[in-house]
């Protein structure tokens, strides 16, 4: 397996797993529930709850096209230095958002660098393809 497929399963096991931390807020915050059999509204809970909900959602809006640009690398055989180093830094730079987001560390604008340095890696890759 590539590095590249190897770093997409990585993320996709991320992608897979981000969602434990707000199910585990769900059921540890008290909070009022709707009457109907809706999922509950995550401005109403705990502020890492929220946090925990909005990294995973804003990895699911990243995923889709980084998983399809490095499919496509891999089928057409692009392989470079650039599609290895992108997929390894957009694996890392989302883990990292997401630890930040949960964390709540110091709000410095290290998420919007850190989305943006992500669809950096996904162009970067995009790029490569187009290039070959």
């Not at 705990?46 to 995973?56: C, I, K, L, P, Q």
């Not at 690398?73 to 890392?92: E, I, K, Q």
């Not at 990292?96 to 410095?108: E, R, S």
Request: aromatic share 12%.
């Amino acid at each position: 397996m590539t590095i590249e497929l190897t770093y997409l399963t990585l993320t996709t096991l991320l992608a897979a797993s981000l969602w434990i931390p707000f199910v585990i807020g769900v059921n540890t915050t008290t909070f009022e529930r709707p009457e109907e059999n809706r999922p509950p509204d995550p401005a109403a809970m705990s502020a890492w709850v929220h946090r925990a909900y909005r990294a995973h959602l804003n990895l699911m809006e990243q995923f889709p096209p980084f998983a399809a640009i490095v499919l496509v690398a891999h089928m057409a055989g692009v392989s470079t230095m650039v599609t290895v180093v992108a997929t390894a830094a957009f694996f890392w730079l989302r883990l990292a958002q997401a630890i930040w987001m949960v964390g709540d560390f110091p709000q410095i604008p290290v998420r919007p660098i850190i989305f943006t340095s992500a669809w950096i890696c996904i162009l970067l890759i995009g790029w490569q393809i187009i290039a070959a």
